[in-house]
């Protein structure tokens, strides 16, 4: 009789140490997934309206403290210079449309 209780016991430890991990597990692939931070700020939306309105286009490190990159915001680039201390908005102009890739068609005639 007491080896059926023994069973019991350690199916039971067995049981919760794999609902613990399995639960950790979700919660991690939860976390990769951005659900945790959507669901606490609010920060990514559901289907429509996913596209992203901010993108850095180029970077290029001048020294170890500053660096000047190419942001673009809606139709908008701006030029940054970043620094140890500030940052200086160097250039803005409206985004260039984006690039085609050229195909070259031969005349039959």
Do not use: C
Not at 22 to 32: C, P, Q, T
Not at 63 to 86: F, K, N, S, Y
């Amino acid at each position: 009789m007491s080896d059926i209780v023994n069973w019991t016991h350690y199916f039971f430890a067995v049981s919760v140490l794999a609902v613990l991990v399995g639960g950790l597990g979700l919660f991690g692939y939860a976390v990769r997934r951005g659900w945790i931070l959507q669901g606490m700020t609010g920060l990514r939306g559901f289907g429509a309206g996913t596209e992203r309105r901010l993108s850095l286009k180029e970077t290029l490190v001048i020294d170890p403290r500053r660096r000047v990159v190419i942001v673009q915001a809606d139709d908008t680039e701006h030029v940054v210079l970043l620094g140890a201390e500030a940052e200086t908005v160097l250039a803005s102009r409206p985004a260039a449309a984006p690039r085609t890739p050229d195909i070259e068609t031969e005349d039959a005639a």
